[in-house]
Each structure stands twice: as structure tokens, then as C-alpha cells.
């Protein structure tokens, strides 16, 4: 049993000195944050979810209260290009785009990132016996890619916290 420990104990202190640990939440420079459009597409959905309390809507609620900071999602742009052809014509493999232009503003109106974008790629290959597998597969590639651009965003959002206390 001491030998299983021992073993266990020397295969975790290398995760420990190449400064490996799990990924945990971002700390967000802003205590409340609106996404807009509200109701717009896949990424505004998931920034809200993640946001949970510290979302605000874009009105000011009864008390008056505007958002610290607003994330405007500008444009969401899902793209499916045909990259190989076979020999007869027909496609064998696309490349799906997701695109998302956004900006960030300050509840004072400064804005804090100008508009910029966040651009995710992936190759599927192309069957035309299994059409439904690989539109499902394609969905699954799109979530995917929605959910790497929202912790790409959310990670940009955390390095501005950084940035400001090393200037201050």
C-alpha cells in the first residue's frame, strides 16, 4: 500500500513543478456586465449564462443602476467553405468559420477595447452516404467552436483586470 502512495506521490510532482493546474473562472475586472444584443446569438447566450449575477440587462433597473462595462457582440458570423473536391466533382471536406466581432465599453462610455474579433477554424471531411452524421457532426463542430471563442473572450476580459493593476 506504501508503495502505491509512493508511486502516486512521484507521478504528481512533476505536474507540480511544470506549473500545471486545472483551469478555474476567470476574475473579471467589472462587477456587472451587459451583452448585447440580449437576445442575440450563441455567444451572447453562453456570455450570460457564464455571467450568471453578474449580469445586468442593457436597460437601468428600478434603482437606476447601469452596467460597469457593456459587450457589444457585433457580428457572429458562422461560414462553411468547400476546401477538396474528389476527382468527379463532389465535395469531400469543408472548413466551418465562426467569426464574432465585438467591442467593450465602460458604463461611462470609454471604450476599454475597440472593436476587434475572435476567429475559430475547423476541417470536417464530407460523405454524401452519411449526410446526417455529418450535419450533426457540424453542430458539434459549431458548439464547439462557440464555446472556445466565449473563453478566448472571457480570458481577453480577465487580462484587462491584469493589465490595469500592473499600471496602477
Known sequence: ????SAL?????????????KLRTSQALPYE???????????VAADMVRYLGAAWRPMAPGRDGQVPDATLYILQ???EKIVVALNASGQVREYELRLRVNYRLVTGR?????PQ????????????????LAKEAEESLLYRDMQSDV??????RLAALKTASAKVQ
Do not use: D, H, K, W
Not at 32 to 42: D, F, R, V
Not at 116 to 131: C, G, K, L, P
Open 150 to 155: 466565449v473563453q478566448q473572450l472571457l480570458r
Open 109 to 113: 462610455g470609454e471604450e476599454v477595447i
Open 76 to 78: 457572429e458570423l458562422r
Open 116 to 131: 476587434a474579433f475572435i476567429e475559430q477554424r475547423r476541417s470536417i471531411s464530407f460523405n454524401e452516404s452519411a449526410v
Open 32 to 42: 456587472t456586465m451587459a451583452i448585447s444584443p440580449e437576445n442575440g446569438g450563441g
Open 1 to 4: 500500500m506504501q508503495r502505491r
Open 8 to 20: 502516486v506521490y512521484l507521478a504528481a510532482v512533476p505536474l507540480t513543478a511544470c506549473g500545471f
